[in-house]
Every structure is written in C-alpha cells, then in structure tokens.
C-alpha cells in the first residue's frame, strides 16, 4: 500500500484526537462538578427574583420599600435563604452525581457529604452550644470546600462498599434497613475524619480554601484567562466537541462563585467585583456558541435550498438561544470555512464584553435569569435593568457577527450550490 494511501485526511486526524480526549471529558469527578453546580440553576434563578423585585426601577417601589423595612426584610428571605445555603445544597448535589457514577445508591453518600460539610466548614470549635449551628462557609465562600468535601466522602463510601468492608443483613431484611447498616461504617468514618481534622487539631480547613483561592480567582476571571478559555471552547466546537461543557469542567466553579459574591455585594450595596460569570458568557455566546443567529438570517434567502431548510430549522431556536441545528446543519463542525468565523467572533465578543464590563460601560451581571431568554432581555434582567446591558448584548448578538459571517457565509453557499448543481 502506498504511503498517499495510508495518508489521513484532516478531518480523520481531528477525529481521532476527539477520541483520544474524550475520557477526559467524561472524567467522573470533573463531570460530576459540573453537573452538580449546573443542578444549582434552579435554586440561582429563584434567589434572583429577590433582586429583581427588590431593585425593580420604579422609584415610588423604591421609597416604598425602604419606608417599609419589615417587607424589605421579608423579601430578602429567598435571596438569603438560597445564595446563603449555596455551598449546602452544592456538596449534596456533586455527591449525588458522583455516587450515581460509582454505582452506588446515591441517597447515604450525598447526605453524609452534607453531614461531613456542616463538621468542616463550621467556624466555631467544639460544641456549638448556645450559638446554634454556623453559616459562615455557608454561602458560596465554601463552595470550592463543598466540592472538595463532596468528592472525598463518596470515594471514602465507595472503598467500603466495593470492597465489602460493611455490615450486611440478611435476605429478607427490608432494603432501608439494609442500606442503613452499609452506611454504618463509612459514615462512621467520614465523620471521624472530619470531627478530628475540624474539632480535635482545630484546622480551618475551608478558610485555608479561601485564602488559596484568593490567589486563583483574579488570575482565572482575567481577560486572558476569558479570551483563551472562550477561544478554546469555540475551536472545540469546531472538532464536534460540547466546547461549553469542557471548559465548564473546570470553570463552572468560579462562574457560580463569583456570580455568588457579585448578588451578594449587589445586595449589601458594594461594587460588583466579578466580570466572567456563567451569564456573563451570554455576551460571548448569544443565540448559541458561535453567535450564529445571523448566519440563520442569511440562510433564509440562501441559494441553497438545503441551507434555507437550516435557515428555517435554526433561527426559531436561535432566538432561544439554542443553536445545535445550526452548527451540525450548515455545518460548522470540521468545515473550515465556516469554523474560521465560528472562533474569530467567539473571540471578539469575549473581548468587547469584557472591555465594556472593566470600563463600566455596563453593569457587571450580578442575577441569573434563566438562559432561554432571548439575549438582549436576559441580560438586561442580569445587569438589574441596565438598559446598557441590553444594547451591548445587540452589538454581540447581531451586529459583529452578522458583518463578520456575511462573507464567510456566501463562500460555503457557493460551495453548496455548485455541489448541488453537480
């Protein structure tokens, strides 16, 4: 066989170095964060509404709520109560998500990580006593101490259990009551471990998370970390990986943390201190990764009668921001006429939304609508009625890409058209 023969085409070597990486992608801790803080959605949308009704731009509600600080109080409840218990539901969640992964029933394991959670991130030494139970690490301060947390308990579970270093009951023993007995000695355990790490030698394990993390944060919330980390998600993309999903794994901890401490400043009436969030990205990635709305706008009146029927197909959900039936169906995966585009207006929205957030152009978003909206009215809710916000999303959404798609978009409709006429 000759050796042009055995030669790999692009697309064929882009194909095997997906699946050369996709173990990593589907590694079942990093998944598992990422499904577990994806999970907390509901419970950041429901907190948002506190602020969104709290700051609503009527200035009679204004004054009348601050007249009335008994309704303003009450109306923080579901703030307080979500976005101050975040960490709590969080170490449940991941645990949940990475028990179901081991195999295990993920019911024991995810409330002993909670259990192990409220023993280490505990402020106070030995007996509460009169004091209650604490909430310093509570709130998304120990969010990073939650996942560490989350992850140790369910492997320490998953070596008793696989290894049948439990108590067993017999056949005919009801399954609660059996379930019971096999928690009884990794829970044992677990709750030694975190007794004697917190209570008996006194280390503040999630407050050394803090100051680790102090160091980290700024770095991965710069405008370089933003700029590679958006370009990469684009180009992955591209070689028909979930690029939101990949660099979610990694990031979606300080997405959710800093959107946290932004609804938190917001409400104590401080500067907003974050830019990269999770709905920070809806700047980045309007109408779907690649900021492809436009390009279904084009295909309407396409040449192509395939490209029209992708037109049609894709702008409906565009406007949802949902946009997998145009990237598979122009497409844009392994075409690099269409990928070019793809990455370079990824790129540019990263930093023209960056650059308007550090100038103040805008607010910095501080709530979490729910994705789903159309761009332009999300991020107007997430900025807390920044008229500004809305504009900027425009800009991202229609006008920078639809001058950067446009001649892109008509070099692949001649391809298309000519390998129709053929």
């Not at 008793?160 to 928690?183: D, Q």
């Not at 975190?194 to 710069?222: E, N, T, Y």
């Not at 201190?273 to 809806?282: A, D, E, G, K, V």
Request: aromatic share 14%; hydrophobic share 55%.
């Amino acid at each position: 066989m000759s050796t042009v023969a055995t030669q790999k085409s692009w697309a064929d070597k882009l194909t095997d170095l997906m699946e050369k990486m996709a173990p990593f992608f589907d590694q079942p801790h990093l998944a598992s964060v990422r499904d577990g803080l994806a999970g907390l959605m509901p419970l950041l949308i429901t907190g948002a509404f506190s602020l969104l009704i709290l700051q609503f731009p009527v200035q009679s509600w204004l004054d009348y709520l601050d007249a009335s600080p008994e309704l303003s109080a009450k109306l923080w409840v579901p703030f307080n109560m979500t976005y101050g218990l975040l960490s709590v539901f969080a170490v449940f969640n991941i645990a949940y998500h990475l028990a179901r992964r081991k195999g295990l029933d993920p019911l024991w394991p995810s409330g002993l990580s909670l259990l192990a959670f409220i023993v280490i991130a505990s402020p106070i030494l030995g007996a509460w006593g009169e004091q209650g139970l604490p909430g310093t690490y509570f709130d998304n301060s120990g969010l990073f101490t939650a996942i560490i947390v989350a992850l140790l308990t369910v492997e320490i579970f998953n070596f008793f259990v696989k290894r049948n270093l439990v108590f067993r009951m017999p056949a005919g023993v009801p399954p609660s009551i059996t379930a019971a007995f096999v928690a009884l000695v990794p829970t044992f355990v677990v709750f030694a471990l975190a007794w004697l790490v917190r209570v008996l030698l006194g280390i503040d394990f999630a407050a050394g998370v803090v100051q680790v993390l102090s160091k980290i944060i700024p770095a991965a919330s710069s405008y370089v970390a933003v700029a590679i980390a958006e370009t990469m998600h684009a180009f992955l993309w591209t070689l028909g990986i979930h690029g939101d999903l990949t660099i979610g794994i990694v990031l979606q901890p300080i997405w959710t943390s800093n959107l946290a401490d932004n609804a938190a400043a917001r409400a104590a009436g401080q500067a907003i201190p974050w830019i990269y969030t999770s709905i920070f990205r809806s700047y980045v990635v309007p109408g779907g990764s690649g900021a492809t709305l436009p390009l279904a706008l084009y295909m309407l009146r396409s040449k192509s009668a395939r490209l029209r029927r992708v037109g049609w197909l894709g702008i409906w959900p565009g406007i949802f921001n949902i946009n997998e039936p145009i990237t598979f169906g122009t497409p844009v995966i392994f075409n690099p006429v269409m990928a070019i585009p793809f990455i370079v207006i990824t790129f540019i929205n990263a930093t023209v939304a960056y650059l308007a957030n550090a100038l103040n152009l805008v607010t910095k978003c501080f709530i979490e609508p729910p994705w789903t909206l159309p761009t332009p009215i999300l991020m107007y809710l997430a900025t807390g009625y920044d008229i500004r916000a809305a504009i900027l999303a425009i800009l991202t959404e229609f006008v920078i890409p639809g001058i950067i798609w446009f001649p892109f978009f008509k070099a692949w409709e001649r391809q298309v058209v000519e390998k129709e006429g053929a």
